[in-house]
C-alpha cells in the first residue's frame, strides 16, 4: 500500500500560518493513483471526532470546510507526489492532529500536530 508522511506541524501563535506536507511513496502503481485520486486533509481535536477539513477531488477541484474557507488551501505537486495544506490566519480551534488521506483506498498518514496559541 501507498505510504503517506505528514509533515509540517507545529506551535504557533494565532494569525500565524504554515503549511503541511504529505509525502507519498510506494510502487509505480500506487504512485499513479495518488497522482490522480481524491486526497483529504482530516484534522482531530482532543475529544472530538476526525472531521474534513479539505478534499482535493480527482478532477482538481477543491472543497473546504466552512471553518478554514479562505484561510486553508489544498494543492498537489505530482512532482514530489506530495499534497499541501497552506493554513493561514490560524486561529486557536484549529489546534489538532492533522491527517492526510487517500480517498479511493482509505490510506492514512500518522498525522501531523499543530498548536495554535491565542
Known amino acids: 500500500q501507498v505510504q503517506l508522511v505528514e509533515s509540517g506541524g507545529g506551535l504557533v501563535q494565532a494569525g500565524g500560518s504554515l503549511r503541511l506536507s504529505c509525502a507519498a511513496s510506494g510502487s509505480i502503481f500506487e504512485i499513479s493513483i495518488f497522482r490522480v485520486k481524491g486526497m483529504g486533509w482530516y484534522r482531530q481535536a482532543p475529544g472530538k471526532q476526525r472531521e474534513l477539513v479539505a478534499l482535493l477531488t480527482s478532477d482538481g477541484s477543491a472543497n473546504y470546510d466552512d471553518s478554514v474557507k479562505g484561510r486553508f488551501t489544498i494543492s498537489r505537486d505530482n512532482a514530489k507526489n506530495t499534497v499541501y495544506l497552506q493554513m493561514n490566519s490560524l486561529k486557536p480551534e484549529d489546534t489538532a492532529v492533522y491527517y492526510c488521506?487517500?480517498?479511493?483506498?482509505?490510506?492514512w498518514g500518522q498525522g501531523t500536530q499543530v498548536t495554535v496559541s491565542s
Open positions: 488521506h487517500q480517498e479511493l483506498s482509505d490510506y
